[in-house]
């Protein structure tokens, strides 16, 4: 066994049992990928995936034993490296960051710029994805911490740290009907065409169960990850727009208008890191530009970590 391997396996997972795909990422070809897997089968004594034919359907039960440990073993290794870079320079190196496209925008760039004005040698990367994927990519050590509302709170290699709270507003274009009325309610939302959230993205699960508990439907007809996207739909007469409160500014989007807020339950945004894993010391300090409470140490001993 060798962590080529395992990045392999790894990889081949992720790609959704597509070993093209697989070898495409790796940049290698798809008759190697096949071969280092079947070599560790044959090593293991197992098959690691359900196959008809040629066609890899899925794993086996001992393929998903085996892959939580190829993850662990990969991030450990990718935590040995980051430690040697981190002793030969504190002051330099790769930090990355994995949050939603609604934390990057409206969130985190005050934050970042004074990371930045700290930390001028360190390469920040900012890797947008879904809740699901933030989760993954701490799991298996390609980014250093996680900010979003989904997700982190409960997955259970993660330790979690409340960010910041917030609400949603419900917005419409200027000329709407709504603008400058009192008296909106979910039910009157109801009655409208909504553009709002995909499912899994900046507290959806809110916006539904409020309307599910007031035994209400909403006609959403557009649904995005992007709030920018979302109000430009709104600003086209879509619908109303259901956002989170960080996203809207009355001077910039002069087109539009809140029309109702406090109609939806208060979210919560976390800071995730995976337990046990090596934090370098600029990392620590970006979260505690977030919360300033949030020391090194408090953070070190939640997380299981030695202090460096």
């Not at 699960?205 to 430009?232: E, M, Q, Y």
């Not at 960080?246 to 208060?266: C, M, N, S, T």
Request: proline letters at 5%; aromatic letters at 8%.
């Amino acid at each position: 066994m060798n962590l080529q391997q395992f990045r392999i396996l790894q990889e081949a997972v992720r790609s959704g049992y597509n070993f093209t795909e697989a070898a495409a990422a790796l940049n290698t070809s798809q008759s190697g990928v096949s071969k280092h897997i079947k070599d560790l089968e044959l090593e293991l004594g197992v098959e690691l995936f359900e196959r008809r034919g040629k066609r890899m359907l899925g794993l086996t039960e001992a393929g998903r034993s085996v892959i939580s440990y190829v993850e662990r073993i990969l991030a450990d290794s990718m935590s040995i490296k980051r430690v040697t870079d981190h002793l030969r320079d504190p002051a330099s190196g790769e930090f990355v960051i994995a949050t939603t496209h609604t934390q990057a925008r409206y969130v985190l760039p005050c934050v970042i710029k004074q990371f930045r004005d700290e930390f001028p040698r360190v390469r920040l990367s900012l890797k947008q994805c879904d809740p699901t994927e933030i989760v993954a990519r701490l799991r298996e050590g390609s980014a250093h911490i996680g900010i979003a509302t989904e997700s982190l709170s409960q997955a259970a290699e993660l330790v979690a740290f409340p960010y910041y709270t917030w609400r949603h507003i419900v917005i419409a274009d200027r000329t709407d009907p709504l603008a400058g009325r009192a008296d909106i309610d979910l039910a009157t939302i109801a009655e409208r065409p909504i553009v709002t959230y995909g499912q899994g993205f900046t507290g959806r699960p809110l916006i539904d169960a409020a309307f599910h508990d007031r035994g209400l439907a909403p006609d959403i007809v557009v649904s995005a990850i992007d709030s920018d996207v979302i109000k430009s739909y709104v600003a086209l007469g879509l619908g109303l727009g259901i956002i989170t409160e960080v996203a809207y500014h009355p001077e910039r989007d002069g087109d539009l208008v809140k029309v109702a807020e406090g109609l939806f339950p208060e979210a919560t945004s976390y800071i995730a890191v995976p337990r046990g894993r090596f934090l370098p010391g600029y990392a620590h300090r970006f979260i505690e530009l977030c919360r300033p409470e949030l020391s090194a140490s408090i953070v070190r001993s939640a997380i299981g970590a030695e202090p460096r």
